[in-house]
């Protein structure tokens, strides 16, 4: 069984810059596409980011475009977000969720395990 366990949320002002980490365990995520998801009060599920098997092909939904990075480091079973240029509107609980398949996907519905979710809150 696979869990992710993820960590790096918090509070930070507007402008200011967070990193989230989602360790995995229970088998290697080498053969995995993965992605970041975020959901704030009231509203539904929203794609962040997300990222091949390899790492050689990422995409990020337009809002975050620019401002935030998907990486992952396969020899550590790890992924990661590099969140800059924080708004107040990135306020959500983050989410990383892994699928079977190697090919990278922004519909939640093709993602197997989920991480455990982190809260970002950035202040104005």
């Known amino acids: 069984q696979v869990q992710l366990v993820q960590s790096g949320g918090g509070l930070v002002q507007a402008g200011g810059s967070l990193r989230l980490s989602c360790a995995a365990s229970g088998r290697t995520i080498s053969s995995s596409a993965m992605g970041w998801f975020r959901q704030a009060p009231g509203k539904e599920r929203e794609f962040v980011a997300t990222?091949?098997?390899?790492?050689?092909?990422?995409y990020h939904a337009d809002s975050v475009k620019g401002r935030f990075t998907i990486s992952r480091d396969n020899a550590k079973n790890t992924l990661f977000l590099q969140m800059n240029s924080l708004k107040p509107e990135d306020t959500a609980v983050y989410y990383c969720?892994?699928?079977?398949?190697?090919?990278?996907?922004?519909?939640?519905?093709?993602?197997?395990?989920w991480g455990q979710g982190t809260q970002v809150t950035v202040s104005s």
């Open positions: 969720a892994l699928r079977s398949g190697g090919g990278y996907s922004y519909n939640p519905r093709s993602y197997d395990y």
């Open positions: 990222i091949n098997w390899i790492g050689s092909n990422t």
